[in-house]
């Protein structure tokens, strides 16, 4: 335990930056997971689902609790791998038609 007032300070200070930000990533995931869920259940309101997981991650990168890289990272990938699981739903329905 530190003797120092500031040090004091500063740790009080960290653990409840580490309590938010453990609560925004917790979110992040929360929200990239039922993107994804949407997205393979091929449901109606998976654009709105997307969209909602793109806020989170353009908030927490503007918070500072991710970095800007990251936060473009992880939008690139959830948007890559919708996209994926949208053409792989839209092929099954077409070879299901014929």
């Not at 335990?1 to 653990?15: G, L, W, Y």
């Not at 453990?22 to 979110?27: L, P």
């Not at 990272?73 to 699981?85: E, F, G, M, P, T």
Request: net charge positive; charged share 35%; aromatic share 0%.
């Amino acid at each position: 335990m530190a003797n120092i007032a500031s040090q004091i300070k500063r740790n009080r200070q960290n653990e409840k930056r580490r309590l938010r930000n453990k609560s925004v990533r917790a979110e992040l995931r929360t929200r990239t997971k039922n993107a994804v869920a949407a997205a393979e259940i091929g449901a109606e309101d998976s654009a709105e689902q997307l969209r909602l997981a793109v806020k989170r991650i353009d908030k927490a990168a503007a918070r500072g609790v991710i970095h800007k890289n990251t936060a473009a990272n992880h939008k690139s990938r959830l948007v890559r791998r919708i996209a994926a699981l949208e053409a792989a739903a839209a092929e099954a329905a077409e070879a299901a038609a014929e």
